[in-house]
């Protein structure tokens, strides 16, 4: 069976970092691009950032950048999500899904330039609450 697990979140205070982690078992993520999505109460989802595991490319939603990090271990098949400088507003859950990777996309919004990936797979959440 194919699985992700995201696992990692907590509670932060602002300013905080944390590391998120998305394991994933039962397929390699050498054919995919793996994204980090989350959502708030009351909002919808929104893209975070994404990692092609075969060219190493990272994409990151401009609220995030400078901040956040994307990673992948190949060997532990997983990929993780280094948070930096939390802020309040970063309180969400968080989920990582994978994807084929000619699916990612950047999308130019009102709030600025965000990620986009079309999943085949999703890992369940895990909540990330920044609050002093």
């Known amino acids: 069976d194919v699985q992700l697990q995201a696992f990692g979140g907590g509670l932060v205070q602002p300013g905080g970092s944390l590391r998120l982690s998305c394991a994933a078992s039962g397929f390699t993520f050498g054919d995919y691009a793996i994204g980090w999505f989350r959502q708030a109460p009351g909002k919808e989802r929104e893209g975070v950032a994404c990692?092609?595991?075969?060219?190493?490319?990272?994409y990151y939603d401009d609220s995030v950048k400078g901040r956040f990090t994307v990673s992948s271990d190949n060997a532990k098949n997983t990929v993780y999500l280094q948070m930096n400088i939390l802020k309040p507003e970063d309180t969400a859950v968080y989920y990582c899904g994978a994807g084929a990777a000619d699916t990612v996309a950047v999308v130019t919004t009102p709030r600025g330039e965000t990620i986009d990936l079309d999943c085949d797979y999703w890992g369940q959440g895990t909540l990330v609450t920044v609050s002093s």
């Open positions: 990692i092609i595991r075969s060219d190493g490319s990272t």
